[in-house]
């Protein structure tokens, strides 16, 4: 029965009890916490809640904890003051109009910053356990909305020394390749609370969040100095790392995206509506040479409206996105000749690995464009790693189960195209080439200054030596056509690109159809 349903009067008294101690739970009891959140321009974490979740479809655990502080507070006024512990926690449906009552399914948590900062008592973390354990049971997409000052000191109720024998932490990153997991972070966000956050597949974060591994007092405590919360690790510096895979405004906005987010690794939809192919005809520059940005392709293949870049400004060289091709869920890479000619950086390769490992934890096909120099090379690329970095994309690309496609858009070259395709022009179920499109075991050009080295140095003419070398590399581009390594079976074909989007689909289509053995449950997602 709905609360107020009858007068308190016609109830027993129990009854009228538990409706009260329901009351208090809510925001209405709390009005000066409430507007101190509204003044500050944010949200209370039940209306991002309401906002995020199908109208009525959350059934809420725990709502009565309070903190474990009852030798340092009265009891009423813990119930007052400390709802739900500062935590709220439950089962729900989101975007149930476009998936249904099942497979709209999931799981989402708040901490409550109206509430000792949103900071992590007992009772939290005993919440914590008992849903992430249901989640794994129930395999429920999760979104946490992680906004806090991470572990609180203040509780008395029980006897800790260390309180490192916390469960929490352990049973959330255990469910990385289990379900997907989606982090919201407005304002502060630290310590432990940051730990749930990059534990998380994905951020999404508002342009005024700060996130560290401890908070001011914890940097003070270290004599690191006294650093302002909001100068931990503001977003200036997140989104161009890395940390963060979505930038909001606020929280209306960042709910709104994670909605988007979560869609994808709820199903297929209803193909959507798509931009018109011929473009793609000409969408490339007419020079070799001239950069030119890959997000337009991606938007033109994609269904209209579908797509969401993620870490766009971490490591740009690589687009990494997540979008619809006739309603199924799919994940392109892309190489961004505006950044690095295209080149496959270190960061570029944790980038692009990361998301193949994400993609294939959770069935989402990878559209693969390929317009590849190469990987970077040079002292400076080594001292970042590269060796191990960039290998890295080869052993994510090799260890995919869900369909990849290959498109050479321009350029394939060298270790860095293998890359982009699974290690082998032969390992995607489908690999063409737009007419345009070179490939070659290195940079044409540097292959022959390479190849013809000793030629070159016989020739005593600057100009006579850059002559030879200006015909050699034509002939060598003129071999290095997708034409050419169609016919040798390198490739499967050379296509019109304004065909691309339909034989995905059709590709897509085939692998959807096609037995399979049970996928196997990959051993977790890494967080970089």
């Not at 395709?421 to 044409?444: D, F, I, K, N, R």
Request: with cysteine; charged share 25%; aromatic share 6%.
């Amino acid at each position: 029965m709905p609360d107020g349903d009858l007068p308190d009067d016609h109830l027993p008294d129990d009854h009228v009890e538990l409706l009260r101690r329901r009351a208090l739970t809510k925001d209405a009891a709390r009005p000066e916490a409430v507007q101190r959140r509204h003044a500050a321009g944010a949200r209370t974490a039940r209306e991002n809640i309401a906002d995020l979740v199908d109208e009525g479809s959350f059934v809420e655990y725990g709502r009565f904890a309070i903190a474990a502080q009852r030798a340092r507070r009265p009891v009423d006024e813990l119930i007052e003051r400390t709802p739900a512990d500062g935590l709220l926690a439950g089962t729900a449906r989101i975007n149930g109009a476009l998936f249904g009552p099942q497979r709209s399914a999931c799981a989402v948590l708040s901490y409550d910053y109206t509430v000792l900062a949103g900071t992590q008592g007992v009772f939290g973390h005993r919440k914590k356990d008992r849903l992430f354990e249901l989640i794994e049971r129930m395999r429920l997409p999760t979104v946490f909305f992680a906004e806090g000052g991470g572990g609180r000191p203040g509780d008395t109720d029980y006897p800790t020394v260390s309180s490192l024998e916390v469960r929490a932490f352990k049973l959330w990153a255990a469910l990385s390749g289990w379900v997907p997991r989606i982090a919201v972070v407005k304002g502060r966000c630290f310590a432990g609370n940051a730990v749930i956050a990059g534990a998380a597949d994905l951020i999404v974060a508002t342009a005024d969040a700060s996130l560290g591994m401890g908070g001011p007092a914890m940097i003070a405590g270290g004599g690191l100095g006294d650093v302002p919360p909001d100068e931990v690790g503001p977003i200036s510096v997140q989104e161009p790392n890395g940390v963060v895979d979505v930038v909001v405004a606020d929280e209306a906005e960042a709910v709104a995206v994670t909605k988007r987010l979560l869609s994808y690794f709820q199903g297929s939809t209803e193909p959507g509506p798509a931009a018109d192919q011929t473009p793609l005809r000409t969408i490339l520059p007419e020079r070799a040479r001239r950069a030119y940005p890959v997000d337009p392709i991606i938007t033109t293949l994609a269904d209209q409206d579908s797509v969401t870049f993620l870490r766009p400004r971490f490591a740009p060289e690589m687009v990494t996105a997540l979008a619809r091709i006739d309603g199924c869920p799919v994940g392109f890479i892309a190489n961004n000749t505006r950044v690095m000619a295209g080149a496959i950086t270190a960061a570029a390769s944790d980038k692009a690995a990361r998301f193949l490992q994400l993609c294939d934890a959770f069935g989402l096909p990878v559209i693969s464009l390929v317009d590849c120099p190469g990987f970077m090379v040079g002292p400076d690329a080594e001292a970042q790693a590269l060796v191990r970095r960039a290998s890295r994309l080869l052993v994510a690309g090799a260890a995919l189960d869900v369909p990849l496609i290959a498109v050479i858009l321009r350029r394939g070259y060298g270790l860095g195209a293998q890359a982009m395709t699974g290690g082998s022009l032969q390992e995607p179920l489908l690999t063409v080439a737009w007419p345009g499109a070179h490939l070659g075991p290195m940079g044409l050009e540097g292959a022959v200054r390479l190849g013809l080295r000793k030629e070159l140095e016989a020739i005593d003419d600057a100009d006579e030596r850059e002559e030879r070398v200006r015909q050699a590399t034509a002939a060598a581009q003129e071999h290095a056509k997708a034409l050419n390594a169609a016919q040798i079976l390198e490739i499967d074909d050379v296509i019109d690109p304004a065909e691309t989007r339909e034989l995905i689909i059709a590709t897509l289509t085939a692998a959807a159809h096609h037995e399979r053995e049970p996928r196997r449950r990959p051993r977790f997602v890494d967080t970089w």
